[in-house]
């Protein structure tokens, strides 16, 4: 553990919140397997998380400030499920440290404890699921 971060791949015991939206990742690499892009994991994502009836919000802003002014770039979350979880979508050959970091900033930045990245461009989803969470200081 680093700085208050704890990382950890699929484990979701203690996060019920977490295993269901994995599950649902889960359902969508299934059926569409790998190879698309993001947009295409994003909305079958959202299709399965609304046929779980788990509340999310898709694309939400994250206006970023500095020293007191709000600047002229805005960044987009993926979805924010039950609005305690960032969920961040990659179709990538692999997740990178600077993902980790991108979704630890967004973590900070919304006071959100947890969220999932999930990379849908592997032939086993569970070879491209991580799990980031702030822990208590």
């Given at each position: 553990?680093?700085?208050g971060?704890?990382?950890?791949g699929?484990?979701?015991?203690?996060?019920?919140?977490?295993?269901?939206?994995?599950?649902?990742?889960?359902?969508?690499?299934?059926a569409?397997?790998?190879?698309?892009l993001?947009?295409?994991?994003?909305?079958?994502?959202?299709?399965?998380?609304?046929?779980?009836?788990?509340?999310?919000?898709s694309?939400?802003?994250?206006?970023?400030?500095?020293?007191?002014?709000?600047?002229?770039?805005?960044y987009?979350?993926?979805?924010?499920v039950?609005?305690?979880?960032?969920?961040?979508?990659?179709?990538i050959?692999?997740?990178?440290?600077?993902?980790?970091?991108q979704?630890?900033?967004?973590?900070?930045?919304?006071?959100?404890?947890?969220?999932?990245?999930?990379n849908?461009?592997?032939?086993?989803l569970?070879?491209?699921?991580k799990?980031?969470?702030?822990?208590?200081?």
């Amino acid at each position: 553990m680093e700085d208050g971060v704890q990382t950890t791949g699929a484990e979701t015991e203690a996060d019920p919140l977490s295993g269901s939206v994995i599950g649902a990742a889960i359902e969508v690499h299934k059926a569409l397997g790998p190879g698309l892009l993001e947009s295409a994991y994003q909305a079958a994502l959202e299709a399965e998380l609304e046929f779980q009836s788990l509340p999310f919000q898709s694309q939400v802003s994250l206006p970023l400030e500095c020293r007191g002014r709000t600047l002229d770039c805005v960044y987009r979350l993926d979805l924010i499920v039950a609005d305690r979880l960032i969920v961040e979508i990659k179709a990538i050959d692999s997740l990178q440290p600077i993902h980790d970091a991108q979704l630890l900033t967004y973590l900070r930045l919304t006071n959100l404890p947890t969220g999932l990245l999930l990379n849908f461009n592997t032939p086993y989803l569970r070879n491209g699921i991580k799990r980031i969470s702030l822990s208590p200081k």
